[in-house]
C-alpha cells in the first residue's frame, strides 16, 4: 500500500494540466452529489436523535468519495498523499504544488458549478423547503467558526479521507472500495469535521438559496434572511474555507502521508 502510495503520487505529478484539471472537475462534483445526498437525507430531521441524523449524513455522503477512487478523479484531499513520492524524492516540490492548484481549482469549479446547478434546478423548495432550511442551517454554522476550530476540525477530517484513500490501495474490487470508503467518510462526517472541497459546495448552495430564494420560499419556511447573519461570502471564503484548507493539509500530508512514509519507506541503514 505504501509503495502504491509512492507510485500513484509520481503518476499524479506527472499528468499534464489538462488532464489534471477535467478530472479535479469531476472530483469536485462528486464531493458536491455526496453533499447534496446529505442534505437531502437529513432534511426535517428535528426529531431524529443527533446522532442518527449524523450517521444517516456519513453513509450517504461517502458516494462522493467512492465515486473519486472507483469512478477515477483528483480530489485535493486526497492528493496529500502525493507527499509520499516527494519524501521518497521521486517528485519536487514544485510538482506537488503545481498538482495541488490546479486540482484545488479544478475541485472549486466542479462543487461551485454543481451547487448552482442544484440551486437552478429549485431543489431546495422540496419537501416544502425544507431541504433548503437544512441546505441553509449547514452553511450559517460552517460560515460561524473560528479559524483555530475550523483547523482543527479539517486535520481530523483529512486524516479520515486519507485513510479511506489509503484502505482503498488494497482493494481488490468495487466493493472493497466501497467498504474502504464508507467507515472512515461516514466517521469525518458525523463527527461535524470539516472537508474543504465539500464546504465549497455546501456554503455557495446556502448562500444561493438566501440571495436567490423567492418570498414563497420565505413564506411556507416561515424563515427569513435574517435568520443566517453569519453566512456572507467573505465568511465563507476566510473563515471557513481557507482555515479548512489549511487544517486538510495537514491532517492528510502530515498525519497520514509522511507518517506512513516514516514507517514504511524510510530508508533504514544497518551497520555490518
Known amino acids: 500500500m505504501a509503495a502504491k502510495a509512492s507510485d500513484l503520487g509520481v503518476s499524479k505529478a506527472g499528468l499534464d494540466t489538462t488532464r489534471t484539471f477535467v478530472l479535479a472537475v469531476l472530483a469536485g462534483a462528486f464531493i458536491a452529489l455526496g453533499a447534496m445526498f446529505a442534505t437531502v437525507v437529513t432534511a426535517g430531521a428535528g426529531d431524529v436523535p443527533f446522532g442518527l441524523a449524523r450517521l444517516a449524513a456519513g453513509v450517504v455522503f461517502s458516494l462522493g468519495l467512492l465515486l473519486v477512487v472507483a469512478a477515477g478523479a483528483e480530489l485535493f484531499t486526497g492528493n496529500n498523499l502525493i507527499v509520499m513520492a ?37 431543489q431546495y423548495e422540496f419537501g416544502d423547503g425544507a431541504v433548503g432550511l437544512n441546505a441553509l442551517a449547514i452553511a450559517d454554522t460552517k460560515a460561524s467558526l473560528g479559524w483555530g476550530q475550523a483547523v482543527a476540525l479539517g486535520v481530523l477530517c483529512n486524516a479520515l ?31 461535524g469535521f470539516e472537508h474543504s472541497i465539500a464546504n465549497m459546495y455546501f456554503l455557495p448552495l446556502g448562500l444561493f438559496v438566501k440571495s436567490g430564494a423567492d418570498e414563497a420560499f420565505w413564506h411556507t419556511t416561515g424563515a427569513s434572511v435574517g435568520d443566517y447573519p453569519n453566512l456572507t461570502w467573505s465568511a465563507a471564503a476566510f473563515d471557513n474555507v481557507a482555515p479548512v484548507t489549511l487544517g486538510n493539509i495537514f491532517g492528510g500530508a502530515v498525519m497520514v502521508g509522511l507518517v506512513y512514509w516514516l514507517v514504511y519507506r524510510r530508508p533504514t541503514h544497518t551497520s555490518a
Open 86 to 122: 516527494w519524501a521518497d524524492r521521486r517528485v519536487t516540490v514544485g510538482r506537488v504544488a503545481r498538482n495541488w492548484a490546479i486540482v484545488y481549482l479544478g475541485n472549486m469549479v466542479g462543487a461551485v458549478a454543481t451547487a448552482l446547478l442544484v440551486y437552478a434546478a429549485g
Open 161 to 191: 479521507v486519507c485513510l479511506a484513500v489509503w484502505l482503498s490501495y488494497s482493494a481488490r474490487s468495487l466493493t472493497d472500495k466501497f467498504f474502504a470508503v464508507l467507515l472512515p467518510i461516514s466517521a469525518f462526517v458525523a463527527a
